[in-house]
């Protein structure tokens, strides 16, 4: 579904929020890059794009990553340009095929360093099945980039078993979510070591092949929309999904998983966690009628234990995301403002 | 044809010649990333790679670029970034299909300098014949970019009518370029007014479909290699090729167009213009019976006027690129070492 431009983009000057995945990014997408280059394959908010034709039928997609450190409990810049290509393509309802990477190397960074992160990326590849056929590398002078940044760019074919759309979600449709959130987000957070807070835990950083695969085994006709909820946190992706559908979002707070520790850091940062990137969840809305089965066959994928039913798609209030307590309390849940994590991925 | 790693990377710290795409880029791509990415479909030095198979056969590329400054005469990173991809595919014997691109913005850009360069991407794509269809955006905190670093991928399908590859040269083949070597990287190197040097040149950056097209109507059977002789110029193009044809390559050195204030710059420089970056010249080897019909061809492009024949494949000394002179004199002319042209593209 093509979006329309509704918003300009008119800031004088790029800030970090443009490049957080929320308000000031959809302004960018929408109101810069979506009227000028104009095409029907041209993705909208998601960065998957189907090609189409003529004999080829495949997705692509592109990422920057730019995280700080470049190392971090669970993973690294390597590991993530990996899992989250491969995670771009598995949302979009595509197989992955090949991935390429392309590197922006500071002039100084030590090799062994390099080397490490190509080792990450070999290591992550294998895992989720995908190989990396290709790449460019570029130096520039020390002090011009942090280290290393690493674009990717994935290629995959259509998932026969899969047909996704924000149109083909329906009010009474189930949200679920397959684990805890926010764990990315607050582990770069805390590994800066610029604040005073320690806690044990790791990124969530992992490829979504094995959860897209369960769900796609046990309830393919059901599954209507998935995403990889990054930056801008599930809120963001959840309040993309109410305007492109049309459609009213309810979240029910306490069914959704969070460890106490991200919990924790997001009460003394005064963060929602609903706004917190995650690297290794799956977001899905699934037909009422196979969501439990949907829901088991997530639970059986090691790591998706904690996995829930967290939401359901409502008619009204159109475009909105609103979390409910079990106490009859709501509150509208926004996109992102602003960046409060910079250089998360 | 693959290349086995005969090269080590052992290098402490990455330098700028790492970036430059001779002797120091070969070392890190062939010592460090061929090994560690080991796959079937795993691109030698050349960025495209191809998909095949399972229903799918297609032709993938991937570039950075970091191009100092953004706007130059004759184009801009916009403008190189679409043109760059376009032309990856095309020497690979591939149809553009499809680009995607991944920004990597320094907070604090002007917005109207973003804009002006999705607007040259916008109108590259349009001149190529080719959408971009998605990508991403990061932002990344002031100081730590220069302005903007684009990358871009690019998808294609195989151009039934070319079969490539260095393994089908064979001695007594010709060697053909499209116009005048060097005009990109000396309009770069003068555009950065660190030389007290001024000359009335532009970049030749532009798609190669053209002269690609013109080959293939004229001289498809006997189009056996093509390249686009962009970082470390056509004497890294020519070894290269060399090397994984395992022929020797003879070059007319008086027949290799060459404008005047390229000519001038390098004798003032101390620079070999065969080492000089190009972004809208073509490299082919064709057979000797069609190398007329595909001189012919190439001088028809607007653009190829200038088209030349310059060179030679022969079965000896292997592995070596001679640059012959009128009178008898010849010299060995090595790829890149270091970088003397740092951030070209």
């Known amino acids: ?88 393509l598995c949302v979009a309802g595509a197989q992955p095929v090949a991935l390429m990477a392309a590197f922006i190397l500071e002039a100084g960074l030590p090799g062994d360093v390099l080397r490490a992160e190509v080792e990450a990326m070999a290591q992550a590849a294998r895992r989720a099945g995908v190989a990396v056929v290709g ?9 011009l980039a942090d280290g290393m940044y690493i674009a990717t760019f ?25 684990g805890p959130i926010g764990d990315h987000g607050i582990t770069i957070l805390l590994a800066r070591g610029d604040l005073d807070l320690e806690a044990d ?12 695969e369960a769900l796609a085994a046990a309830a393919a006709q059901g599954v209507r929309w998935m995403r990889d909820p990054t930056r801008g946190g599930i809120a963001s992706a ?10 009213g979002i309810v979240l029910f707070e306490e069914e959704i998983p969070l460890r106490g520790e991200v919990r924790g850091a997001c009460e003394i940062l005064g963060l929602d966690p609903l706004h917190i990137a995650n690297e290794g969840q799956l977001l899905a809305v699934v037909a009422p009628e196979l969501a439990a089965d949907a829901l088991r066959a997530l639970r059986r994928v090691p790591g998706g234990e904690q996995a ?36 998360i991925c």
Chains 1, 2 share one sequence.
Do not use: C
Request: charged share 25%; aromatic share 4%.
């Open 238 to 247: 959840l309040n993309e999904l109410a305007r492109e559908a049309g459609a």
């Open 135 to 143: 790449g460019d590398t570029k130096v520039v002078e020390h002090g």
């Open 1 to 88: 579904m093509r979006l329309m431009p509704e918003v300009r983009f008119r800031d004088a000057r790029l800030e970090m929020a443009h490049g957080a995945g929320g308000k000031a990014t959809r302004r960018l997408v929408e109101g810069l890059f979506l009227p000028l280059l104009d095409n029907p394959a041209l993705a909208p908010l998601s960065d998957a794009a189907w090609i189409d034709g003529d004999g080829m039928a495949a997705a692509m997609t592109a990422d920057a990553f730019v995280v700080r450190p470049l190392r971090f409990p669970g993973g690294s810049i390597g590991e993530l340009a990996v899992n989250g290509t491969v995670n771009d």
């Open 154 to 178: 994935g290629l995959g074919r259509p998932d026969p078993r899969l047909r996704l759309g924000a149109a083909r979600v329906r009010p009474g449709d189930r949200v679920l979510v397959s």
């Open 308 to 343: 829930a039913l967290i939401g359901e798609i409502r008619d009204a209030p159109v475009r909105t995301v609103l979390a409910e307590t079990r106490y009859g309390g709501s509150r509208v849940v926004d996109m992102l403002v602003g960046d409060p994590l910079p250089r």
């Open 201 to 212: 835990l790791r990124s969530d950083t992992r490829p979504l092949t094995p959860f897209v």
